[in-house]
């Protein structure tokens, strides 16, 4: 396919169906995950990117050979792999037999959260989840020290805007539609990330759909617009403050006698004190995943305003 | 606070991180990041006593026992490498105030150094954890890092190398997620000393043995092992300096240290070389590497290229030791880990200085230079000596255990061709000798000063290490003794 366009719309696709697959499977926070990240921001991202490339893919096909014979391989070796596979769902596989009873049967003693996924991702593994916060963070990072632009001059900065002023003046419908949606769509973000440790959600989620609104709102009303609202600095140093409370949260417990992230210390009750920390740490993941997401919009559409 | 060190080891980096962004001022920025990676070189040499005089220490994170939670286990051998990437970020980070001066836009400075603490926090993560999940987590964390200080090369073909790197890193960690997530399934844990008991029972499975396959192809892309190393040279010549010296020295070595750990420790000896033919394989490709590697560093116009070059070619001698499958051997690789980490950190920043001074490092230009930057040009002849492997540098003395432990194991066409892969070293580092020394300045460029204290310091302090533990070979030869024989369970 030759259409950058419709490659990014079937990946959305390709995200959302996935999304479904792990619905089907009953993991339904993977696919919360899959339908906001997937699905969602991650086609916004491209299509981002698309304005900036060109739509259309230009120059020589060449036709790698070799990348087909390696995907082959690779295909085939995955296939090989699964012929010795416990099958899905049976009860005796090695997944369901050794760690998972414990968290199934303990977690809600241990962490005091009903949602078990929430208990492992932010408690008992929670140190990977505070290193996938970092993995967002370090994009971010990247991205800033790559794309950011030096100051422009008065110029190109006018005549963007007389551009966005006729683009934005004319779809009527969709202005008034977005000012209606974007309020819900923020209250939702914020029930996502403070109702994850009952139900699917989480910091992750919250934090995409969080930044979705802010995308809209700039896409709609033009980035202009959109800057006289969000300070960039203030979304740069979010985005470490994010890890900073996350990181925060396990000195803290350090500092109280525990180990890193040990939230048991964090208050007099340990289970009082993994609400503490979970509610805590989910909060700085959802500050750092939605600052990035933004960060990485604005510079990406910052550059297509002053080519 | 001591019991905590093992976490400290890696949260201080981490979170100096995001606190750096809060300073505007490069040279503030510069001291902070310092400061954070001197404490945790402090905190890798403490572990390293610790672990040598009393064992395995080990860490539970958040409190939770593993396999529920993760755990952090420093053994001899990561304890080592620990301190090989903690000291030469420390030690290579002194330069980069005056090295990125020239070579970033000052708008991008207190950026870079962020970037820095998190591609040292993910290597020193990655080293550190007992959790193979917890590898892949961080093996992310700095790789994304590394991809965006290459990309920040003064050269605009650094964009087009950090992008291959990119497409290669990301496909090499995405295999051994591949293979954590087979290894998971057929064991229901992600703990590696909980995966090592529990593989042998399911070992002669298919899925086992595409884990084992994905997880092999994906760290030997990240360990740039010849054919795998394409990304690797361009990624070297364009990053800016001091991340050419950083990475060359420790990012190539925290690879090997994932293929040891993978294959010795979690799959097991046995598995790694008798189900798989890995020896013959690995044998091959490590002495092809030597000599392809070293032939096309002959030919190049760039010295970073060279030496680029050059760093692929000495993985080769890294793998060869570690295929041997004795303890010998795979001393040989861990000394060849500390040794190259010494040798490539100090040649790459010394070409930084040479950078700073004529803006170049092409082949051409370091005409004459032996007498304009004659402390710069002394140290690259040092480090290309080490290189080469002559007697009281530590190339010498990696060398010499490698060629051991090939006769030890009735090898002997492999210790030749390791011995005549050393005279293509020789030939490379004379090219370069000859440059400096024997040629007349071109003409039309002005006079050139030594380069500042600021790099003079730093690789001298590298190149009298490339000596001194040439000489003074206990610390390298001990530890890595221990590492080595406590990986083959034998007791010491």
């Known amino acids: ?307 | 606070m001591l019991i905590q060190l093992p976490a400290l080891a890696v949260i201080l980096p981490l979170l100096s991180a995001p606190l750096c962004l809060f300073l505007r001022r490069s040279l503030l920025a510069w001291l902070f990041t310092v400061i954070a990676s001197g404490l945790t070189m402090l905190v890798s040499i403490t572990l390293l006593q610790q672990v040598m005089a009393s064992g395995t220490i080990v860490y539970e994170m958040g409190g939770w026992s593993a396999p529920w939670g993760i755990e952090y286990r420093i053994d001899k051998l990561n304890a080592y490498v620990l301190l090989i990437v903690s000291s030469i970020s420390t030690v290579v980070l002194l330069a980069a105030h005056t090295s990125i001066e020239k070579e970033i836009p000052q708008d991008r400075h207190t950026l870079f150094y962020v970037l820095y603490l998190l591609s040292l926090a993910g290597l020193i993560g990655v080293v550190i954890t007992g959790d193979a999940f917890n590898v892949f987590v961080f093996l992310e964390i700095s790789s994304l890092a590394a991809y965006s200080l290459i990309a920040l090369g003064e050269d605009r073909r650094a964009l087009w190398a950090a992008y291959q790197y990119l497409i290669m890193g990301t496909i090499g960690a995405t295999f051994i997620l591949i293979g954590i997530g087979l290894m998971y399934q057929m064991t229901g844990t992600l703990n590696m000393d909980d995966l090592s008991r529990r593989l042998p029972e399911v070992a002669q499975t298919r899925t086992v043995f595409a884990a084992y396959a994905f997880i092999i192809v994906g760290v030997c892309l990240k360990v740039a092992l010849f054919p795998l190393h394409r990304w690797l040279p361009n990624a070297y010549a364009y990053a800016p300096s001091v991340v050419t010296a950083v990475l060359a020295a420790t990012s190539t070595k925290v690879a090997v240290y994932l293929l040891i750990r993978f294959t010795f420790s979690i799959f097991g000896i046995s598995f790694s070389f008798t189900t798989v033919p890995l020896q013959t394989i690995f044998v091959i490709l490590g002495l092809l590497g030597i000599f392809a590697a070293s032939t096309t560093a002959i030919f190049q116009k760039n010295v970073k290229h060279l030496f680029a070059y050059s760093s692929v070619a000495q993985i080769g001698y890294m793998i060869v030791g570690f295929s041997i499958g004795t303890t010998t051997g795979l001393m040989a690789t861990l000394l060849h880990l500390f040794n190259h980490a010494l040798m490539k950190s100090a040649l790459f920043l010394a070409l930084g200085a040479v950078m700073y001074r004529i803006g170049s490092a092409q082949l051409s230009q370091f005409q004459g230079l032996g007498r304009q930057m004659p402390f710069t040009m002394a140290a690259i002849v040092a480090g290309g000596l080490s290189l080469i492997g002559v007697p009281l540098t530590v190339g010498f003395v990696s060398k010499w255990y490698l060629v051991l432990a090939a006769l030890e194991n009735g090898w002997w066409p492999v210790a030749v061709l390791v011995l005549l892969g050393s005279l293509l070293a020789l030939v490379y580092v004379w090219r370069i000798v000859e440059a400096a020394y024997f040629n007349e300045p071109p003409a039309g460029r002005g006079a050139v000063e030594e380069a500042p204290l600021g790099f003079l310091i730093p690789v001298w302090v590298l190149v009298t290490a490339n000596i001194y533990f040439g000489m003074d070979t206990r610390l390298s030869v001990q530890v890595a003794q221990a590492a080595a024989q406590s990986l083959f369970g034998v007791s010491p």
């Open chain 1, 1 to 307: 396919m030759r259409d950058l366009f419709a490659v990014v719309m079937m990946l959305g696709i390709f995200g959302l169906l996935s999304a479904s697959f792990f619905v089907v499977m009953d993991a339904v926070d993977v696919a919360f995950t899959e339908a906001s990240v997937g699905a969602g921001i991650s086609t916004l991202l491209m299509l981002t990117a698309v304005t900036l490339t060109g739509r259309l893919e230009d120059g020589e096909r060449h036709r790698p050979m070799w990348a087909l014979v390696v995907v082959f391989i690779t295909g085939g070796l995955l296939i090989y792999g699964t012929l010795d596979m416990p099958y899905f769902g049976s009860a005796d596989a090695p997944i369901h037999q050794h760690v998972a009873p414990r968290y199934i049967h303990d977690s809600m003693q241990e962490t005091g959260l009903p949602n078990i996924v929430t208990s492992v991702l932010a408690s008992y593994r929670g140190f990977d989840t505070f290193g996938e916060v970092v993995v967002i963070f370090t994009a971010g990072m990247g991205v800033l020290a790559l794309l950011t632009m030096g100051s422009r001059t008065g110029i190109h900065r006018v005549m963007a805007d007389s551009i966005f002023y006729l683009m934005h003046e004319q779809h009527l419908i969709l202005r008034i539609l977005t000012k209606i949606l974007i309020p819900f769509i923020l209250l939702f973000a914020l029930y996502v990330q403070f109702h994850g440790d009952f139900g699917p959600g989480g910091g992750f989620q919250a934090g995409v759909i969080f930044a979705a609104a802010i995308i809209l709102y700039a896409m709609v009303f033009g980035l202009s617009t959109a800057r006289r609202v969000i300070n960039r600095t203030f979304f740069k140093l979010l985005s470490a403050i994010g890890v900073l409370l996350y990181g925060g949260v396990g000195v803290v417990s350090l500092l109280n006698g525990g180990n890193f992230l040990d939230y048991n210390v964090l208050a007099d009750d340990p289970v009082a004190g993994q609400h503490l920390g979970i509610l805590l740490i989910e909060f700085g993941v959802g500050c750092t995943v939605a600052s990035v997401m933004v960060i990485i919009f604005f510079n990406f559409s910052g550059r297509r305003e002053f080519p």
